[in-house]
């Protein structure tokens, strides 16, 4: 039975006296631990990991798993780097080495601070496996093995160990084997297993460090595309994207910067000829909009369908035809119409100042005090019908609709005292045809779309002529 010994606990002779023999002295044999470059192999991972952690951070923006991944290989590699590097330094800096020494009286095996030994008298056999560089040693149920580099100093071992454990007596035995010298693992495992939660953490931080240098990369690019772009819009879904981020602040005063010329722009865009009181009425309505927090303005649409279900009859009596019924030239459900001036409104608010400026939202009633848009659109029947062809299936296909005409009436409300302004527009089609179209996309082109869309086409360039966004293809009557 071995007896172990912790080296930093005997007493300073005692230690003399097994560097000593480590040394060689008093004709010990000596077979110290080849310290592997492969211990090396971790801590070399873990640079490479680095360099390709960093060149990875300085690209795309990592998907979250991409960070994860990095998070549980650097978590597992940088306690094995340290591991690695303990047991390839730590022989090189010991004061004792790691190994196996044979005295004239015992054999003692050193691991780290470790020391045991057995007298010689207790050993059974020692054998030389010459051809696998190896000596073996028994003593009761123990058996160790012990790698050997010069085989000429083994087979003098072997050729003498008889005559040895033979002569041999108590020497250093009686000190190893002092309890109050005892080598305790708990010691020595709490330690190590302290190491490797540090190196663990080393590794968290190394992983949460690469992520945040991935996420500056990835601001400053983000961050100079929506400069580049310089619009709200761009610079807004920048803020989105990095709420919290280096360039907020910028980005807020970039914001800042194009509000504050919004007026200025739109009006430098008027075109010649365009209504003054208009123009003026515009710059009012978006300069009470930069002035909100978050630049909204609110749109109400109203529907007054004013639809005589019986005219169908008398438009067949009078053509002669048979004609569809009104629901379908405009259905009662108006929330698709109303989609659709809400769709447009923001689209001409947007095309009249900066991308991302409004921040339009439809509500049933409209709040007093702040910028507004409230929009009736009153739909009559017209005493006339069309025809509308399509193609489909190798065939045409003939259908009559009655038609409608569309008012709309527009106000525009500061949401001060100032006067609201509006806008009137009559829109009546003129022609529906849808031609070709493709069969998996037949419910757009129905009649009722499209004839909605032949208005609001009408209705958004008089919106843009009005205020000076389209030249008036109309001439002004002097």
Known sequence: MMTSADFKKLPSETQDRLLAIQAGANGSY??????????????G??????????????????????????????????PLALLGLVRFISPKVSKIKSGHMVTPNEYLKVKGRQVQFIGLKNIEALRLLEDDKQIEIWSGSHEERIDVQDIALAAKLDGEFDSLKESAVDELGPILSDRKYAYSKGISGALTLVGVIIAALVGVGVAVGLNSLNLRYSENVAWQQAKTAGTIESIEAFKAQFPNGYFTAEADRSIGSIIAKVKENYTAKV????NPESVTAFAAFLDAIAKQPDRKVFIKINE???VDAGLVATLEDQFGITVSSYESS????SQPRKDKVFSDLKLLLSSATERGFVN???????????????MTLTIKPVRSVYRMTNFEGGRYYTNNHPVASFLFDMTLNNGDSAAPFKMQYFGQATQINT??????DRDNFSFD???????MNGFDKHFETTFGLAENSVPTVQ
């Open 330 to 333: 405009v259905p009662v459900a």
């Open 45 to 78: 991972f873990v640079v490479g990991w680095l360099i390709y952690g960093y060149s990875t951070s300085q690209n795309a923006q990592w998907q979250p798993w991409m960070f994860w991944l990095i998070f549980a290989v650097s978590v597992i590699a940088f």
């Open 271 to 274: 075109k010649k000829g365009a």
């Open 360 to 374: 339009a939202e439809l509500v049933d009633e409209l709040p007093q005090g702040v910028p507004s848009i409230e």
């Open 30 to 43: 000596v077979f110290l631990d080849k310290v592997s470059l492969i211990n090396l192999l971790p801590a």
């Open 449 to 455: 779309k499209m004839l909605f869309l032949t208005v």
């Open 304 to 306: 007054v369908r004013e």
């Open 435 to 440: 031609g070709l179209y493709d069969t998996r």
